[in-house]
């Protein structure tokens, strides 16, 4: 994060502005969403803004260096705790916890679509506010927040640039094809206690399939990446992943990502689309990853007209 192209701007901290505030997206504790956004103080012009997501076990704090980076250059910059995360977990397990409590009950579906639910109700308030250009919102994350910001934007239109990092994949693709355990090993606790529910010595794609069918509806069905991506258009969409990304296969985009070119090229917008996989890298965001990121951003956040 910290090879985020960023101004050099004499006395920066004391010209950059910090708001901790919260938002209510429905009713309970999880209901409450804390929001974190940096911007530079003095400018009366509206100005693009960007919602940044973070990752598994991190929170909106963690994303502070590009924050700044993007304040500094003339952006609003925004991040947020996803659910069961940073001041919405109670303790180190809570998102786990809320994982098999969704399996087990199917209360809340805290693996992406309530996450994504805060988003919606996120760009209301964005939106509304007197420094954000409401047509120049972009979003962003990494690994699940990559998850959140492609379901996000799919969802919601408002999001007007999207970039999600390490996060779009095939589900139904990754049963289809026997390749989900790197996605089902980063929340192993979930499968586990879903094994021994269904009586099997060992996961399989039986149990991935019943997992997913039960805390993410529709996650390798109609809400998958071959649907959903291709949604996004005519939007500026830049997915950045890695060619050796166990959870997120490249061969799993091959479909999403012919059907996102068909859409673009009927919209007459090819050149708002792009995939970019670095050769050699897993599943981890890397500063060429941060960098493309940046560029798409500037040049069609920065471009459109306020």
Known sequence: MESCPKLEIENFKS?????????????????????????????????PAIVFLHSTHKNKEWLR???????????????????????????????????VSSWKNSDTMPFIFDTVWD???????????EDIDPTRIGITGESLGGMHAWFGAAVDTRYSVVV???????????????????????????FEGARKDLGKSAIDKEVVEKVWNRIAPGLASCFDSPYTVPAI????????????DPRCPLAGLEVP????????????????????????????????????????????????AA
């Open 257 to 304: 990502k012919s059907r996102a070119i068909k859409a673009y090229e009927e919209a007459h917008s090819l050149d708002k689309f792009k995939l970019v996989a670095e050769p050699g890298v897993g599943h981890r965001m890397t500063s060429f990853m941060v960098k493309e990121a940046s560029d798409w951003f500037d040049k069609y956040l920065k471009q459109q």
């Open 119 to 129: 988003l919606i109700k996120l760009a209301d308030y964005l939106t509304q506010r």
């Open 15 to 47: 010209l950059l502005k910090e708001e901790n505030l919260y938002l209510t997206t429905e009713a309970g504790e999880q209901g409450r969403l804390p929001v974190l956004i940096l911007s530079m103080k003095g400018s009366e012009e509206r100005r």
């Open 233 to 244: 258009a005519p939007r500026p969409l830049l997915i950045v992943t890695g060619a050796e």
């Open 65 to 99: 260096p590009l924050l700044e980076s993007y304040a500094s250059r003339g952006y609003v910059a925004i991040a947020i705790d996803s659910r069961y995360h940073g001041e919405r977990a109670s303790n180190l397990t809570t998102y786990r916890d809320a994982l």
């Open 164 to 190: 999600p990092i390490i996060g779009v994949q095939g589900f139904r693709w990754a049963i289809d094809h026997d390749k989900w355990q790197g996605r089902v090993d980063s929340i192993k606790p979930l």
